[in-house]
């Protein structure tokens, strides 16, 4: 069974430009929630997918976008990338039960490692 | 909103015992879990507790008292490959707000 994979695993990219980030939940999970963990720091999360909406959103700006699509896989989108979103971005997937979400054990993926020069 | 509490920095000797404890704000509380993360790798889960009492998964446990809005990890029997960072998280109206972390040392 495999768990949660997320690509790439690294990434360098410049001020300014756009990043993609993909997420994969493990087998029969629904919910997708994505994480930033700059280093030395707790994950920071972001936002979370069910049912491909965007059910619940951190304190990120706009600039954070992402998607979920019917097999649940997801993406993350970075726009206008800044140096300060150089951070470990991860991706969780949980499963719920008769549309309620399952509060406890998600699991991890590896991470993408995102720097911005 | 949200915060959590907890020791940055916690040093052990190999086969000890050791507690880390975790404080929270919350707006809405559904329980308190605890993760594993060994540098350069994920965060992995150990426990959760949603009510009161002390849940025991082998060398480790894991304490909550909703009233004192306080909880604690405890590792038994310390082994080298222990030595990682444990965050608290709590699961409220938001999912999952973690602490920032105690980066646990077991020495020899």
């Known amino acids: 069974d495999a768990g949660v994979t997320q690509s790439p695993t690294h990434l360098i990219k410049t001020r300014g430009q756009q990043v993609t980030l993909r997420c994969s939940p493990k087998?029969?999970?629904?919910?997708v929630s994505w994480y930033q963990q700059a280093l030395g720091q707790g994950p920071q999360f972001i936002f979370q997918y069910y049912e491909e909406e965007e059910r619940q959103r951190g304190n990120f700006p706009d600039r954070f976008s992402g998607h979920q699509f019917p097999n649940y896989s997801s993406e993350l989108n970075v726009n206008a990338l800044l140096l300060g979103d150089s951070a470990l971005y991860l991706c969780a997937s949980r499963g719920s039960s008769r549309g309620l979400i399952v509060p406890y054990e998600q699991y991890f993926g590896p991470g993408t490692r995102l720097t911005v020069t | 909103g949200q915060s959590l509490e907890q020791p940055s920095e916690v040093t052990a000797v190999e086969g000890a015992i050791v507690q880390i404890n975790c404080t929270y704000q919350t707006s809405g509380f559904y329980g308190l879990s605890w993760y594993q993360q060994h540098d350069g790798g994920a965060p992995t889960f150990l426990s959760y507790?949603?009510?009161?009492g002390l849940e025991e998964t082998g060398r480790f446990s894991s304490f909550l008292s909703r009233s004192d809005s306080y909880g604690y990890l405890l590792l038994q029997e310390l082994q080298m490959k222990d030595s990682a960072s444990y965050f608290c998280?709590?699961?409220?109206?938001?999912?999952?707000?973690f602490g920032k972390g105690t980066r646990l040392s077991v020495i020899a």
């Open positions: 507790n949603a009510l009161d």
């Open positions: 998280a709590v699961e409220g109206n938001t999912p999952l707000v």
């Open positions: 087998s029969g999970h629904d919910t």
